[in-house]
Each structure stands twice: as C-alpha cells, then as structure tokens.
C-alpha cells in the first residue's frame, strides 16, 4: 500500500531557483529516503535519513525529517536543467529493518527551465 | 564491483500469453530482493520482497508470480497476462545503509 504523499504534485521552477517538495507518511519508520527518476527509467537513490536524525545534506541537496509531523522535505539548491525529474520519498516501515520493504509517494514531478 | 541486471528492456505482449522478467545482482551475496510496479505518472507499488533463495512475500494479491532460483536471481512471471498488467516493472536490491539500488526497469505493454 501507498504509505506517503507528496506535496506539490508538479513544481516549475527556473535555473537557479530553490525546489522544495515535501512527503507527508502515516506510520512510524525506520528511516525516508528521497529518490530521483528521469523519464522512463529507473530510480536512484539521492539520501536517506533516519528515524532519530532532523536534518541531512548532500551536496546541493537538504532533507529535513520531523517525525513529530510525521513530514519530510526536500530542498534542491541553486537547481540545473539537469535537475528535472520526478522526485519520490519512499519509508521503511518501523519493525519492517529487516525486510527492507520501501513504500513509496506517488512523488513531485520538477522542471527547471533553462 | 555491485550491480543489477534486468531485462527486457521493453516487452508487448498480448493478453493471455506468459510473461517471465529476470533479475540478476552482483557482487552481493544474499541480498534483500523486491519487485515493484509503476503505473503511468504514479508512485511504485511494491508487488513481492524476498529475503534468500527461495523465499518470497506478496505484497499485493494479483495475476503475478515471483520465484528465487538462485541467491542473486529474482524472476517475476504470469502464466496469463491481463491488460491491468501493463505497466514500468523495476526490480531492487538493498545495498544496506546506502540505500536501495533499481534496475533499468522493463515496460510492459499488454495488448
């Protein structure tokens, strides 16, 4: 089953400008992971955070996670071009460590124009 | 060096006829396996997980099968297809705190 939402469905933004895109989960996890798909292919896996952790970065990349909320949110800084794709967070259930099992958004869509 | 395999890249098949997609990993051993669904413009659907050769969970009640032959060979089937099976099919394994990483994925069209 469908565990997160993800706000806002489709998000335009020009080169250079912040995206944001939020997910919103309704059971307690282990950890959220954010990944990223280019049209029509597979997935790749841009950062997870776990359950005790707030805030992580990668690169150009910011995830917060407020477990209390029951939210995380993504921010891409500076966005490129190269930045458009989907966008999907996906959880790992609590209790679900050792099957691994992802459930996933139904994700953001991102465009940046040049 | 890890990586996963997954063919067809793309599939039409017409309804009623089977379907076999294959799954292979490398440079693991007994890896946590899964095969997820994509339907056009949605979110992936989890359909079967297995934890080591021969185990295998559903997910979610439906014309699929899925075996594991081999630890690092994972091979979703139907003996018949329906025209709700179309859809992107990406296979994954969890590659510990690193994350999960996907195939290419197959897009299946039943007509």
């Known amino acids: 089953s469908q565990q997160g939402e993800e706000d806002p469905q489709a998000l335009s933004i020009q080169e250079g400008e912040n995206a944001t895109m939020n997910c919103s989960y309704k059971?307690?996890?282990?950890?959220l992971q954010w990944y990223r798909q280019n049209s029509g292919r597979g997935l790749v896996h841009l950062i997870l955070i776990r359950s005790n952790e707030r805030e992580k970065h990668s690169g150009r990349l910011r995830v917060t996670l407020d477990t209390s909320k029951k939210s995380s949110s993504l921010l891409i800084t500076a966005s490129r071009a190269a930045d458009t794709a989907s966008y999907f967070c996906?959880?790992?259930?609590?209790?679900?460590?050792?099957?691994?099992?992802?459930?996933f958004g139904q994700g953001t869509t991102l465009q940046v124009k040049p | 060096s890890q990586t996963i395999h997954q063919w067809p890249a793309t599939l039409v098949q017409p309804v009623g006829s089977p379907l076999s997609l294959e799954c292979t990993v490398e440079g693991t051993s007994n890896p946590n396996l899964y095969w997820y669904r994509q339907a056009a413009g949605r979110g992936l659907q989890l359909l079967f997980y297995s934890v080591g050769i021969g185990q295998i969970s559903s997910e979610v009640p439906q014309n699929l099968s899925a075996s594991r032959p081999q630890d690092r060979q994972f091979i979703l089937s139907s003996k018949k297809l329906l025209l709700s099976d179309s859809g992107f099919y990406l296979c994954?394994?969890?590659?510990?705190?690193?994350?999960?990483?996907f195939g290419s994925g197959t897009r299946l069209t039943v007509v």
């Open positions: 059971t307690s996890i282990n950890n």
């Open positions: 994954a394994w969890r590659v510990g705190a690193r994350g999960y990483t």
């Open positions: 996906a959880t790992v259930h609590l209790g679900s460590s050792n099957t691994g099992k992802l459930i």
